[in-house]
């Protein structure tokens, strides 16, 4: 070491190094001043976006769906509930093989082809951790076997949740309607809605979707909690952070009367028919009835192919609601009506007379409009043409009134426009104007269509519902009430029972108040009088009472030919029409009924209306709800 | 004689130094209990591998690094051979070729490199003329081409500026190392084109633009970023960082470990660790001053900064300045095969400073 190289300097080199090892130690401290500037910017300067972006990581925000709310009759019978029902679940991630655990499970829980593309279908789309449904709605058996094996099965798990029942059945469908699983085609409705908040359904598993339920929905459903749950990257379950409680639906009471409803629907049997019963004094609907009906239960979980085709392509096609979106021609229901029209037109008089020799022929032409009974039934004045059904009165009264007086004085009883009913998908009917026809065909309106509107045929529609609010406004001497199926909500958690008030839609005043009288006495006698049209449904009956009967033509019967019921095909027979009020003064119940292809409305359709009448008059003592104990 | 107490060193250990490592691998325990939610037999194979990176250090420190001299071209030409027969029989572990007979013949070059260059020019006067440095550059290129080969960009990249140290210490002028630094900077172009494997042009893309891939490459960076900013200024708390314990950090235990550091414990934390580190590497510059050779300056002075672009690369990867190459924290992440290396380095480093001859002694 000591010999020294002739050009190595020490002294020099040593001087070169410091001078280096000097600059490269601030160059060091530069670089560790970067790396704190750099923590300073990501910690400090924007330490809340990372704040918020950690916490996005790992905070998951879970729904808690809310209980929907119950449906309870006028009496306080339950019609829609929420029950218990478990599925079977496996969570991927825990099991080992899941060909042969479904195949093990298979031998004690019926597993169909359905089930397992279901499932196949549902193991593409979830999450890493969630549970995937196997089978919905266990039996009882099958839940105790199973929970006998849980030990066995790893990863599989029975899940617990509230699932819409209605444990009447079939009873009230048509006014109470189902829930079902939210579809694609809700969720899209439910974007574009401005009344309903889709995340409130985050966690929810139904929406109404007919009836009530739909009509509702809002109501019923409640508002989804939050629980605020902290999970690892793979979306497992840490520590619950944060919790808002679910606030259940509201519950309904109904003005419908479950037992009056249920015994409608077992009296109509295998017809198709509807019936629908209002308190005229208040709209309020007692029972709304279409038939066939079907059970809605079906639908909560979805419901099967075979089960809905077998609905959908029945003939007798149940799943209609023929008291609010059947529209048939009234028939002679109308007669009472326009004889009212004829009254208040000053048309004419209550004692004018018309003669009917069984035919109306209009002035020039060849035409003969007939009357139902072939040889006339001779001189008649307003109660005896509406006791009687006389339709050349009817012809000749509607010609002298014209279709522009017809089509707004029926119009104030709510023909041709909706009910506004609460249940979607009423169905208007049809009051036919010039206007109208001018419209929709192209055509001017001709005088013989005036002549077959004054007995409700032609191009006259009319639902049962709107049948039964214009006999009830009869009955009420013009007041129109809106009909309404709600009598009030309740909102549990405040304990606050809102009551629906009736809604006054129109004040129908004529220039005499007498009138009225005229008309109900004519209606009267249709049950009361000698030849009232359907006089043997009256027959010992305890208590008066006002009715129409109508038959709604089916098929036009051909100039020179008389239609015999017994001839033809049931499906080309007659619509049989019935409307009744009792009783006379401040009626309590207003009712109209259609059987269809019933034939005649004396035979088929006034015995339904009066067995109503007297289920409801006599064997029901009338009830006050607000009286009732609502936590029955 | 050495084993005086009132001296800076005994059993040729340096005090100082000893003091600052102990303080990281202890600081390194506590947050790698963190990272590995708490698994003991990960801190206890950490504390063997640390065992067994102390030990070597102490036996290291015990060699007059002046000695090893003559063994150095010999270990250097060994590693060349070991580089080659790993690109051509090693084992492929993650889609690189980086083993053979379960260890990695790069860590060798990690000492054998700078070793190489300063006794090459430590041999004649410095600084050293432009056809030596010219061949000294070819001692650093050659392992480095087979090192990147492999590849292994982290490791290539240490042993890069491992030997490049030795030449800026050695004292090539500025000028020089300036107009390579431009050259280098124009050659980018067709580097970036012909040589970049396509994950490493995407780890770079992806550094300026994580979301461009933000479930792949991007990943890493925005959960890194993301557990080291909502630390914020005084941390989450030890144990409660919670982008480390629900494992959204990926490599939390290994090369991102200063991101769950950050996070549990934030800035201040940070500036702490970086305390330790500065008095680390300031100490190894002092030892560097100290030297009374230029192989003993120009090693203890190469190894220390290196030591110190293992900090800076691992931190500014990290925390999104640089692209991620495989770097770890240096005694703070897991892992056995850095440690060991790195406890090494620092055995040689005592080593110049403790086997100084006075001029009393002679």
Not at chain 1, 254 to 264: A, F, P, S, T
Not at chain 1, 341 to 346: I, K, P, R, T
Request: glycine share 10%.
């Amino acid at each position: 070491m000591l010999s020294t190289h002739v050009i190595k300097n020490p002294t020099r080199e040593g001087k070169i190094f410091n001078n280096r090892v000097i600059i490269a130690w601030l160059m060091m401290l530069v670089f560790l001043l970067v790396i704190v500037a750099r923590l300073f910017f990501l910690q400090v300067i924007n330490y809340e976006e990372y704040k918020t972006k950690s916490n996005e990581n790992r905070i998951t925000i879970l729904p808690i769906p809310p209980t929907r709310g119950l449906i309870f009759d006028r009496n306080g019978v339950l019609i829609a509930e929420n029950r218990a029902s478990y599925s079977l679940e496996l969570i991927p991630e825990q099991v080992e093989n899941i060909d042969f655990t479904i195949q093990k499970i298979s031998k004690f829980i019926t597993i169909e082809e359905s089930d397992l593309s279901n499932f196949q279908k549902k193991l593409k789309q979830r999450r890493s951790f969630q549970s995937v449904p196997l089978r919905y709605r266990l039996t009882d058996d099958e839940v105790a076997r199973f929970s006998v094996q849980k030990h066995r099965f790893q990863g599989v798990e029975l899940k617990n949740h509230l699932s819409r029942y209605y444990p009447l059945g079939a009873i009230g469908v048509h006014a109470i309607g189902y829930v079902g699983r939210i579809s694609k085609k809700d969720e899209k409705l439910m974007e574009e809605s401005n009344e309903i908040d889709k995340s409130n359904y985050e966690g929810s598993k139904y929406i109404g979707k007919a009836g009530l339920e739909a009509y509702y929905e809002i109501e019923l459903h409640g508002k989804t909690g939050i629980r605020k749950v902290e999970t690892d990257v793979r979306g497992k379950f840490v520590q619950v952070l944060d919790r808002t409680d679910s606030v259940p639906g509201k519950n309904l009471y109904l003005n419908i009367d479950i037992d009056l409803q249920k015994y409608i629907e077992e009296l109509l049997g295998e017809e198709r028919a509807a019936v629908v019963a209002i308190e005229p004094e208040s709209g309020n609907v007692l029972a709304l009835v279409s038939m066939p009906n079907y059970d809605p239960n079906l639908f909560v979980n979805g419901i099967d192919h075979k089960s809905y085709n077998s609905l959908n392509l029945s003939p007798d096609r149940p799943l209609i609601n023929r008291a609010i979106r059947g529209q048939y021609p009234p028939g002679s229901t109308v007669k009472a009506f326009v004889g009212l029209a004829g009254l208040e037109y000053g048309v004419r008089t209550p004692h004018k007379r018309t003669w009917c020799p069984g035919f109306y022929r209009l002035k020039g032409k060849k035409h003969r409009y007939r009357d139902w009974k072939r040889g006339g039934h001779g001189s008649m004045d307003l109660h005896g043409a509406i006791e009687q059904s006389c339709d050349v009165y009817f012809y000749e009264l509607a010609h002298d009134l014209g279709i522009d007086r017809l089509h707004s004085f029926m119009t104030r009883f709510g023909f041709g426009k909706k009910t506004g009913i609460d249940i979607p998908g009423e169905k208007g009917g049809l009051m036919p104007s010039r206007e109208w026809k001018q419209r929709r065909h192209g055509v001017v309106w001709y005088p013989g269509e005036t002549v077959i509107t004054g007995i409700g045929q032609g191009f006259m529609l009319a639902t049962p519902l709107q049948m039964a609010v214009a006999t009830a406004t009869l009955s009420n001497r013009g007041q129109l009430k809106q009909p309404r199926i709600v009598f009030a909500i309740d909102d549990v958690i405040l304990n606050e029972m809102a009551t629906v008030t009736p809604t006054q839609k129109n004040t129908i005043i004529l220039k005499r108040g007498n009138y009225w009288e005229h008309v109900i006495g004519g209606m009267k006698a249709v049950v009361h009088g000698r030849r009232g049209t359907a006089r043997r449904v009256a027959k010992n009956s305890p208590y008066r009472f006002a009715g129409k009967t109508g038959t709604a033509q089916v098929r036009g019967i051909p100039q020179g030919q008389r239609y015999d019921p017994n001839n033809i095909p049931k499906e080309h027979r007659d619509h049989a029409w019935f409307v009744a009020f009792a009783p006379l003064d401040r009626a309590r119940i207003a009712v109209s009924v259609i059987v269809e292809n019933g034939g005649g409305g004396s035979k088929t359709a006034a015995p339904i209306a009066k067995a109503v009448l007297d289920y409801y008059l006599l064997k029901r003592s009338p009830l006050v709800l607000a009286n009732n104990d609502r936590s029955q | 004689m050495q084993t005086n107490w009132n001296n800076n060193h005994f059993l040729h250990l340096d005090k100082p130094l000893l003091l600052g490592l102990f303080l990281l691998s202890g600081l390194g325990l506590v947050v790698l209990y963190s990272a590995a939610n708490q698994n003991t037999d990960l801190i206890i194979r950490q504390m063997i591998h640390l065992a067994i990176g102390f030990g070597l250090m102490i036996a290291l420190a015990q060699i007059r690094v002046q000695a090893l001299i003559p063994w150095v071209p010999w270990v250097y030409l060994g590693g060349i051979l070991l580089l080659v027969l790993v690109l051509l029989i090693g084992e492929t572990r993650n889609g690189s070729q980086r083993w053979l007979f379960g260890f990695q013949p790069s860590e060798i070059m990690k000492f054998a490199v700078p070793m190489m260059v300063t006794w090459y020019l430590a041999e004649k006067p410095l600084p050293p003329s432009y056809g030596r440095l010219f061949l000294a550059a070819i001692m650093i290129v050659i392992p480095l081409l087979l090192i990147a080969k492999q590849p292994d960009l982290g490791t290539a990249l240490l042993i890069a500026s491992s030997g490049l140290f030795v030449l800026l210490l050695a004292g090539i002028s500025w000028y020089f190392v300036f107009g390579v630094i431009t050259l280098l900077g124009l050659s980018a172009y067709p580097i970036w084109h012909s040589v970049l494997h396509d994950y490493q042009k995407g780890r770079i893309l992806t550094l300026f633009d994580p979301e461009r891939d933000p479930l792949g490459a991007g990943y890493h960076i925005i959960q890194s970023k993301t557990a080291i900013g909502s630390g914020g200024f005084d941390g989450k708390g030890w144990l409660n960082g919670t982008q480390s314990i629900l494992e959204f950090l990926p490599e939390r235990k290994t090369d991102f470990i200063f991101a769950v550091y950050s996070e549990e414990l934030g800035l201040v934390g940070v500036l702490v660790l970086l305390g330790i580190y500065f008095f680390i590497l300031s100490r190894g510059m002092y030892i560097a001053l100290q030297a009374q050779d230029s192989f003993g300056r120009l090693l203890a002075g190469s190894l220390i900064l290196t030591f110190f672009v293992y900090i800076f690369v691992n931190m500014a990867m990290v925390s999104g300045l640089l692209p991620v190459v495989g770097v770890p924290l240096p005694l703070i992440s897991y892992g056995g095969t850095s440690l060991v290396t790195l406890m090494a380095g620092f055995g040689f480093i005592m080593a110049v400073h403790t086997h100084r001859r006075f001029l009393s002694e002679r």
